[in-house]
C-alpha cells in the first residue's frame, strides 16, 4: 500500500498500465483522503518479465493455432499422396 505524498494518508490506484517498450508498470493513483493525484513506475527487467501484453498472449496463441493447422494440412497432404 502507498500512501499520499501529500497527507500521508491511503491511496488507491485508478489506472495502471503497462509499456511493454519501456518493461514498466505505470500506476495512477489518487490519494482516498486529499485526492492528490501522481504517478508510481515499476521497471521490471526484460528477462524476469511476467505479465506480457495482452496482445502478445493473442499473437502468439494465432502462431499457434496457424502452425497447427498447417501442421494437420501437412500430414494430409503427405497421407493423399499415396506413399
Ligand atoms: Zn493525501
Redesign the pocket.
Known amino acids: 500500500m502507498m500512501?499520499?505524498?501529500?497527507?500521508?494518508?491511503h491511496?488507491k490506484v485508478y489506472d495502471s498500465r503497462f509499456l511493454a517498450a519501456k518493461a514498466s508498470v505505470y500506476r495512477r493513483r489518487i490519494?482516498?483522503?486529499?485526492?492528490?493525484r501522481w504517478t508510481t513506475t515499476e521497471t521490471t527487467d526484460a528477462t524476469a518479465r511476467t505479465a506480457p501484453e495482452p496482445t502478445d498472449i493473442e499473437a502468439c496463441r494465432e502462431i499457434a493455432r496457424l502452425t497447427r493447422i498447417m501442421l494437420e494440412r501437412a500430414t494430409l497432404a503427405d497421407s493423399t499422396s499415396g506413399r
Open positions: 500512501n499520499c505524498p501529500q497527507c500521508g494518508c491511496s490519494c482516498q483522503k486529499c485526492e492528490h
